[in-house]
């Protein structure tokens, strides 16, 4: 596999929507002020990250603050994240997103296969899917049957219906995600993968709080 | 890609020569020669021998050039490599227009090997002959009733086509049809696949009306992609089966997304098959009951499914069953229980599965069988419990007080029974057009019992297990719900 380097949060969710995968409405701010008047604006409570070029694994290394619901904390919030940064991070700002909320959690992304090329993936647990191992994968490109089946093969039907009071999942709106990952990867050559994790069902909506997009170098 | 008119000679020959034949019954010149003529094949054969013996009654000849022209449309070769170019120039001249090779000192032999097979396909190619192999086992075709291999069994005719990157996987699924019954169109071990490979076989097969569905077996793919996207052509026409040997590297990635490292190969390859309508099988025998299923039952048109059992336990754990596949166990109609209940007293369990709980009486398990598979909310219809009375049958009829104390009457009774019941469920399967599996493990541990005789008699398959038998209906389904999110007719 070629070299490669992965993209900021915001820069992957950009590219990856440009090819129709929805995501979350959000802003980027410099600092802890522009973060707390982005917040006022998106609604409390809301999620504030470190968002940069180098940083592929956030939650791992302690930069997102969930669940701010005032001013006062996005600004500590922030202010305690910018100066986790590293040099390696490269530039960084903070990225603020509504607080999206949903007892179920879906991972979809892009793989290369040494043999078969480009590969579509939709799995159960968003960051706990390599633990529940229930995934299913298709080629490149795909069609809205094979997103179809998909969905229909992936082992925890029951997490798909109606669960705990919330509606069944919008199964044309995960088809709309597979079949967007499906296009971004089939119109950009330099995707190498992509992750949407978790993939949070709010209100039977997928909504990808996370994007990490990897790109030959 | 070979011509169908070189698949025909390959597959359906004029005329058949063993090149290489040998007197001595250990040699694959013999052995083949044998099989050839112990299957009964149709055609001519000749034999080719240096010193121009009479082998099993066929007086050879030194030479192909020495067969009559026209008459052959098949060479069976059993000799050394470094013979092989002279024998295909001669087989040109004699009209033959394919020839299967089982000489070994080819690709599988290093580099001069790999040398020698280029050069054998440049030679084919240039001549116009298919060549089949070569280090491959041999070739069957049951239509002509031709058995050219080096192996056995001879498997009885039916309707799976096999293509096997290794010959003994042939013999494998081939010794499963003699077992159950379900038999073959076409069988064929690509060997070394120099110069048609598995791809090419199917897709034969998939034009081909003799045979229903393709079964194959695959090692290292080449090019995984191009062959799942030429098995997803002949999966729009035919089910195809694959069983893969090999089917993860275990090589951990260095992956920087979640997804990389979820992408396994053995996820992917089984992502491949599922957009492509390949059924992908985990075994042996999971592979040979889903073609065998495909061959015999009709398709389901949904998932719904009813268990008939003639006992509780054997139900629940289909039922068990069942809930780890894409098929449902229906809930039944309210006015299939209203007609089920004028058959059985009122202890049966009113509840799918349907646990006739030894309510019934001479004529309940075709009657009940006939009510629910031809309610529209039912798709298919799993019977359990076939047998039963054959094996209390048995059991008298090997006692000591066997014929006597009206033992003679009532054990032609129980087994007369179970060979109604297995041809109801046969019959009525080809009425409704609805798939209808019986299972009992009879069928493998007393497959005489007249009932797994009687469904093998049937030209359905006895399933030895529910679970298997559910295996087989879920794989069914996969492929009719594939087909019909694609508007395949």
Known sequence: MPDSTTLSETESKRLLAAHGVPVADERLAPDADAAAQAAEEIGFPVVVKLNGDGIAHKTERGLVRLGL???AAVRAASTELLAKATPEDGEVQLLVAPMVRGSRELIAGLAEDPQFGMTVMLGVGGVLAEAIGDVVLRLVPITATDAEDMIDELATQRLLGEFRGEPAVDREALVAVLLGLSAAAEADGRIVSADLNPLIVADGRPVAVDALVEVTA | MPTSEQFRALFEPRGVVVAGASSHPGKFGFVSLHNLLAAGYAGKVFATNLNGEEILGVQTVPSILDLPEGEVDLAFVCTPAATNAQLLRDCAARGIRAAFLTSAGYGEAGEEGKRAETELVALAEELGILVAGPNGQGVVSTPVDLCAQIVAPNPPPGRIGVASQSGNFVSSFMNLGV???IGFSRGVSAGNAAMVNVADYLEFYGDDDATAVGLAYVEGLTDGRAFLERLRRVAERKPVVL??????????????????????????????????GVTRAATVEEAFEAAATFATQPLPKGNRVVVLTTAGGWGVVTADALARTSLELVELPEDLLAQIDTKLPPRWSRNNPVDLAGGETRDTIPEVMEMVASHPDVDAVIYLGLGIQSNQAKLMRNGRFYPDHGLERIVEYHERQDRRFAEAAAEISDRTGKPILTATELATADPDNPGPAAVRASGRLCYPSSNRAVTALDHMWRYARYRARRDLA
């Not at chain 2, 993860?248 to 957009?275: E, K, P, W, Y």
């Open chain 1, 69 to 71: 619901a005032d001013a």
């Open chain 2, 179 to 181: 077992q159950t019954g």
């Open chain 2, 243 to 276: 069983l893969k040997g090999g089917a993860t590297s275990g090589g951990q990635r260095a992956a920087a997304s979640h997804t990389g490292s979820l992408a396994t190969d053995d996820r992917v390859f089984d992502g491949a098959c599922r957009q492509a």
